[in-house]
């Protein structure tokens, strides 16, 4: 499949890499999806790395729900999880081939001689970066057995200019660099050297993440362009930088800005996978006017020339609008099995999909389906709330007294014929149709909005309708 701005790129490999430490943030959600559907519209592969390795925050919970969020916005992956934190023996193989090669050093510098040395940079209104004083020192005059951590010689002069697919040409001086840590004092490896690694054996081609990562590039590089002089065969990534999401107000997306989990999308604010999955693919990404776009035209029309520079921010209500447009395309059979769940006691789901077409009309949430279906599974006599109590006053409930009369004579229970004979009970009291309605609305659903009234009766059923009606009728004063 071939991109509209250009040819198709061979041979694609792309990545997600999230950090197991709590749920599936949405801005992660969105570049596992740019990360997906760029490999897709290349025919190329998507992978998905699980980086945990801190230990002591990453949970099998953290681990599940990143996995179970991404599967129910339909992101597949082309192989098994990478777990980064199995992977340290070949991490720390790299770091050895690049000490013996003397593209890194030990550095025996004690955290007393570093602070030493941070404290006059800030004195002095230095960058606080590492001063290379092990660089060029023999490792013989460290004291014997001292513990010591493995650093990168980066290049001490020069520049670096990434041709970044979203950011465009961004320059960084290698002075500005410091020579940064690749095995810990306890021969760990970091996460700079890990992350690497592992893009290399897993074949990464395009690496496709958030822009606050722009700088880690810089410093990555020169891992691979060590690597491609001791053994060839590291090629230099395709990076492009996506920017970050904002909330309304401008600013870095938080927790103040309400939910930052994609499971509170899925749980606590009914929203569908496949809206969600539309309007992150929107945030940031642009196909002329295009609003509504399904995954196979996801597919077709994603390019990372799509992507802009600048922040995007959330919108709720857009999200929620879109919503209800994909809620009013659903499958109702599907959409009664979500509502059920969210639905106290026993549900009728064959009695919850019938009433999806008149249900669905205005809703932009699974919730308030859950609330405009409530009606259909009380049971008589039904909880009035206070707004519709207030419609039944003596002479509404009169009015229902002589609709229930009509009713029970009423032998086609349907639409047309029950709004066909409260129209005439309207013509004979000389009332307006919404003087019958209301009321019959707040005996009937116990509150001052629903579907169509004659939805409700026909949904209910004659038995039921008409107790819920005498109920009320029978409370005249």
Request: charged fraction near 30%; glycine fraction near 8%.
């Amino acid at each position: 499949m071939a991109s509209e701005s250009g040819t198709q790129i061979p041979g694609v490999v792309t990545r997600f890499a999230p950090s197991p430490t709590g749920f599936l943030h949405i801005g992660g959600a969105r570049t596992a999806l740019f990360n997906w559907l760029f490999a897709r519209h290349h025919g190329g592969k998507a992978l998905l790395r699980i980086e945990d390795t801190d230990l002591k925050r990453s949970t099998k919970e953290a681990i599940d729900a990143i996995l179970d969020g991404l599967d129910w916005l339909g992101l597949d992956w082309d192989a098994e999880p990478v777990f980064q934190s199995e992977r340290g023996s070949r991490h720390v193989e790299v770091a050895e081939k690049l000490l013996e090669a003397g593209h890194a050093y030990k550095c025996f510098a004690t955290p007393e001689e570093l602070e030493e040395m941070r404290a006059a940079q800030r004195a002095a209104k230095e960058p606080l970066r590492y001063d290379g004083r092990w660089r060029h020192r023999d490792p013989s005059e460290a004291p014997l057995g001292a513990p010591f951590v493995v650093r990168l010689k980066t290049p001490e002069s020069g520049e670096v200019t990434i041709h970044d697919q979203v950011q465009g040409a961004v320059t960084v001086r290698n002075e500005e660099l410091d020579d940064y840590i690749l095995l810990r004092a306890d021969g760990s490896p970091t996460y700079m050297l890990a992350v690497v690694v592992d893009d290399h054996d897993m074949g990464v081609t395009h690496v496709i993440r958030g822009d606050d990562h722009l700088n880690n590039a810089f410093r990555q590089l020169p891992i691979y362009r060590a690597m491609d002089a001791i053994e060839g065969g590291w090629p230099d990534p395709v990076y492009a930088h996506i920017p970050l999401i904002h909330g309304a107000d401008g600013a870095k997306l938080s927790k103040r800005h309400g939910a930052m989990g994609v499971d509170a999308y899925r749980d606590e604010m009914g929203i569908l996978p496949e809206a969600l999955f539309n309007y992150l693919l929107r945030l940031g990404w642009g196909h002329g006017d295009r609003e509504e776009i399904t995954r196979d035209e996801a597919i077709e029309l994603f390019d990372i020339d799509g992507v802009g520079k600048s922040p995007s921010r959330f919108d709720l209500k857009k999200l929620e609008n879109l919503n209800g447009h994909y809620i009013r395309e659903a499958d109702n059979a599907r959409l009664a099995g979500l509502v059920a769940a969210r639905l106290p006691g026993e549900v009728d789901q064959d009695l919850l999909a019938e009433a999806m077409p008149v249900l669905k009309t205005r809703a932009r949430n699974l919730d308030e389906l859950a609330e405009g279906a409530a009606f259909l599974f009380k049971h008589h006599p039904i909880e009035i709330t206070d707004k519709a109590v207030a419609l039944l006053d003596d002479e509404a409930r009169a009015r229902l007294a002589v609709i229930s009369a009509r009713f029970k004579a009423e032998n086609d229970w349907t639409i047309e014929a029950l709004e066909a004979t409260t129209k005439s009970i309207a013509e004979e009291l000389e009332l307006g149709l919404g003087k019958l309605a209301q009321p019959m609305r707040a005996a009937l659903t116990g509150t001052t909005t629903s579907p169509g009234i004659f939805d409700v009766l026909v949904l209910l059923g004659r038995e039921e309708a008409l107790a819920r009606i005498d109920a009320q009728a029978a409370s005249a004063g």
